[in-house]
Each structure stands twice: as C-alpha cells, then as structure tokens.
C-alpha cells in the first residue's frame, strides 16, 4: 500500500494515508494486546475525529499488530483504579464513556469504516469490531465476550454485538463467554467474510479503494441513512429515507452519476 502521507505521533497507533484516501489505523500497543487503554481510547478517538473532517480521508481501515487485534479493556489498568477512594468508580465511569464514545464516532463518521482481523478480538475489541461498516478476517481470528468469565457481563459490548448479529447467537456469545471462530462470525454475521491470513491486508485494501472511489457525499449521506433509519418503525424508516433519497437526488453528484451511466463514461465526482 503506497503511503502518501504516513504519521506516528505514538507508537501505539501508527497512520498511513494512500494516494487512494484509505487511512489505515494500526493497533500496535503488542505487549498489551493492543488493549483498550484509555490512551489508546484517546489516540483512536483523535485519530477517528481528524479522518471525519479531512477531505482527503475517504475510508479507514482498523487493523492490528501482534497476534491480538484487540483484547478489550485494559484489566491491570482498571484493577489499579480499584485503589481509589471511590473504589474506582469514576475511572470505571469515564473509560466506559470514552469507549462508547470512540464506537459511537466509528458508526457516526461519515467515513466507511473497516476493520481488518488477522487475531483475537474480546470483549471491547469484538465490540470495535462489531461497531465498524465492514470486517473482514483471517482463519487465526477468534471472538469473544468473555467479561462472564471473571464476573463482568460484556454489556457495552454488547450494544454493537446485538446490533449485528441475532439475539439468540448475540446471547450465546455473551452468556457462555465461549470464543467462536471466524467462520462462525461470518456465519451469524459478524464478519463480512473470511480471507485467507497471506490475502488479508491485500483483500481490505481492495474493497477499501473501490470504496474510496465513489462519491463520498453519497457514502456519507448512505452511511447516516442506513444507521438512522434502522431504529425507526418501517412506516417511519420509509418516509425518512424517501426524503433522504429526494435530497440526494438534487445533489451534483447524482445529476453527475446518472449522466455518467446514461452516456457511457467513468463520472467525475465533486463530492457535493
């Protein structure tokens, strides 16, 4: 991948922009399993926030270094806290607020997001998976929410696993804490597909750039829509998204796109 503009202000996340628009965030935080510090909530957040207003930044792919693509909250971090006056609650409270809102700018980015797994994703981390547009894996990925384990139901990341796959699957996850393979994820839809561990990177790189070459006014205004519309009754989510669809229908881009396909020729998007 051909970096144009690659940045690392901490060697726990590195950033490489293309020539394409495809930001990739790497997790490389190994020795602690890329786990959620609130450090690393904070450089995700910054990093997540920067991509949303940078025109050039058309999609971001999440990817991980080191065997675990993310292993959840940071558990010696938080058992620290636990030596506070308050027992820890407010460090509890506010790591909890700022991985909710790291997954909340992930779904509310205009930008597609797509995670990239090639190892163990638990608890918060099947939660950053969960959260992104798209995942793909490799064979040596493995997911989990395994908080039941050591007497913590995995209820934050249980908002994104719920949003995504069954109730019944989502709950045999979470009740038996039971780690389930890629294939499986792929199968109750976790994941969007299992790619082989030497074709990963190559795989998201792909779709990332297909992606990245549409219109990204449109991208963004799908991207709202879709989460919007979701939570609505059907009544409510037609009505919405007909409006959605008049409003994009004037843009320049769509006038563009459709005289495009009508003669016969590549569009010129101006992202408006």
């Known amino acids: 991948m051909d970096s144009q503009a690659p940045a690392e202000t901490d060697g726990t996340l590195l950033q490489a922009l293309s020539d394409e628009g495809v930001l990739r965030l790497t997790l490389n935080d190994v020795a602690r399993r890329n786990a959620l510090s609130n450090g690393m909530l904070d450089r995700l957040q910054e990093a997540l926030d920067q991509a949303a207003a940078d025109p050039s930044t058309r999609v971001i792919v999440i990817a991980a270094n080191g065997k675990a693509f993310c292993a959840g909250h940071d558990l010696k971090e938080m058992t620290r806290a636990r030596q506070e006056a308050d027992g820890g609650r407010a460090f509890f409270a506010d790591t909890m607020s700022r991985c909710s809102g790291v997954m909340q700018t992930i779904v509310n980015n205009p930008k597609p997001v ?38 913590l139901f995995c209820s934050t990341p249980m908002v994104a696993l719920s949003r995504n796959v069954e109730n019944k699957f989502a709950m045999e996850m979470l009740l038996t804490g039971d780690m389930i393979d890629a294939e499986r994820a792929a199968a109750i839809g976790l994941i969007n597909r299992v790619v082989p561990g030497d074709e990963l990177t ?71």
Request: hydrophobic letters at 40%; a negative charge.
């Open 114 to 151: 797509i995670a990239e797994v090639a190892g163990v994703a638990t608890a918060a981390g099947c939660q950053l998976v969960a959260s992104c547009d798209l995942a793909y894996a490799s064979p040596a990925a493995h997911f989990g929410t395994p908080g039941v384990h050591i007497g």
């Open 202 to 272: 190559e795989h998201t790189d792909g779709v990332a750039r297909k992606i990245a070459g549409k219109s990204s006014m449109t991208l963004a205004t799908g991207k709202e829509a879709f989460y919007r519309q979701r939570e609505m009754p059907l009544a409510e989510a037609y009505e919405y998204a007909s409006n959605v669809m008049v409003e994009n229908m004037l843009k320049r881009d769509a006038e563009e796109g459709i005289n495009a396909f009508v003669e016969k020729r590549v569009p010129t998007w101006s992202d408006q």
